[in-house]
């Protein structure tokens, strides 16, 4: 799938009297896409930073945006359904699944964006049976115009206020005050999403873009997991002996209370990788890629799988000698952390995304 129209383009491409500048053309939406998003988040307080991956399908039917978010592990989180108007968004219909239940909101106040500087509010409440109610107002505005990897970019400023009413009668009430920003970017749409609040702050970065076939090919490998490596097909030849549990048990990094990783976290990995770099093997390219592996039990990686994207969020096949420098880096870690799952040391899906342009390394994620 490739996304070719700039922004002139989007803004030509009605159905009725609708558009949607700054997102991919209308043939692209209504055949849909799937963003695969890392969410980074760190609790300020104690210092404690993560990483997760959520994806969210896009798909315009008739007039209606649908927008469906889901778990690294292909479990849907939140589907909405907004209309698709002239001058914005409007919230028509959401859904949010939470433990076992399913919460529809009351929406009170509508209008989720607006394409031009007048700021949107949005009212709404919800119930999780046995948990809480929530409250929730929120605003966007347009900010400023900017670029984002070489495209026209816009930058919406965002507010949100939120009253939580906890059913057991110790918890109470209480009150969450949230701010940050909306990046969406020529053909691309929403490629950046940071909250903040006084405990916490995190932000939804867009990694990668997907045709609906492909995403669907790549979570229906007969698991239910997204995650899933099929060790026929790794980059390494792939140890038979490297799990120390069955495939069925590969949890997610995140899942251990000391994620599964690098030691010390992304400061070190940086040094570690810069250290052992040798820039004339890297050629000049520009894009994103990701190798996705398994730390076992033991703290040994293998199974090395690899995705390739431009800095577009389109495919792409790098330089194999580049390729094979930033693996050869990762499979020189003497040990990695380990998954502790339940008290017990455990096996874990892992990656590690290089973020580069014109040669140079200057982002690694998560």
Not at 355 to 363: A, P
């Amino acid at each position: 799938m490739i996304f070719v129209c700039l922004t002139a383009c989007l803004r030509e491409a009605s159905f009725g009297e609708t558009i949607i500048p700054y997102y991919p053309p209308e043939d692209i939406l209504r055949e849909g896409y799937v963003n695969k998003y890392y969410l980074n988040a760190e609790e300020l307080e104690n210092n404690i930073k993560s990483t997760n991956v959520i994806y969210e399908k896009v798909q315009l039917v008739d007039s209606i945006l649908q927008l469906t978010q889901l778990s690294s592990g292909f479990n849907e989180r939140r589907l909405s359904h907004y209309l698709v108007k002239v001058d914005g968004l409007e919230l028509k219909e959401e859904w949010i699944y939470y433990a076992k239940d399913t919460a529809k909101s009351i929406i009170h106040k509508s209008q989720e964006l607006f394409w031009n500087n007048e700021k949107a509010e949005k009212q709404y409440s919800r119930s999780f049976d046995g948990y809480y109610s929530q409250e929730i107002s929120t605003s966007k505005q347009y900010l400023k115009d900017t670029i984002w990897e070489n495209k026209t970019a816009r930058v919406y400023s965002f507010s949100s206020t939120e009253n939580r009413i906890y059913e057991k009668a110790d918890q109470g009430e209480k009150s969450f005050e949230e701010n940050g920003h909306l990046i969406i970017a020529e053909g691309i749409g929403a490629v950046s999403f940071y909250t903040e609040d006084s405990l916490s702050k995190s932000e939804k970065l867009l990694v990668e873009q997907m045709s609906m076939k492909e995403f669907e090919l790549r979570a229906n490998h007969g698991t239910h997991r997204v995650a899933y490596i099929d060790s026929s097909s790794t980059l390494d030849v792939a140890r038979k002996d490297l799990l120390c549990d069955d495939q069925d048990n590969i949890f997610d990094y995140y899942n251990s209370p000391t994620p599964a990783g690098f030691h010390d976290g992304k400061g070190p990995l940086k040094k570690f990788v810069f250290d052992k770099l040798d820039q004339s093997k890297i050629a000049k390219e520009s894009g994103f890629l990701t190798f996705r592996f398994v730390i076992n039990c033991k703290g040994e990686a293998g199974w090395f799988t690899l995705e390739q994207a431009d800095l577009d969020y389109q495919k792409k096949e790098f330089n194999q000698k580049t390729i094979s420098h930033l693996l050869d880096i990762l499979q020189s870690v003497p040990s990695w952390n380990h998954a502790v799952i339940n008290e017990k040391d455990g096996d874990a899906y892992a990656y590690i995304t290089f973020k580069l342009r014109d040669g140079e390394i200057f982002e690694i994620l998560p």
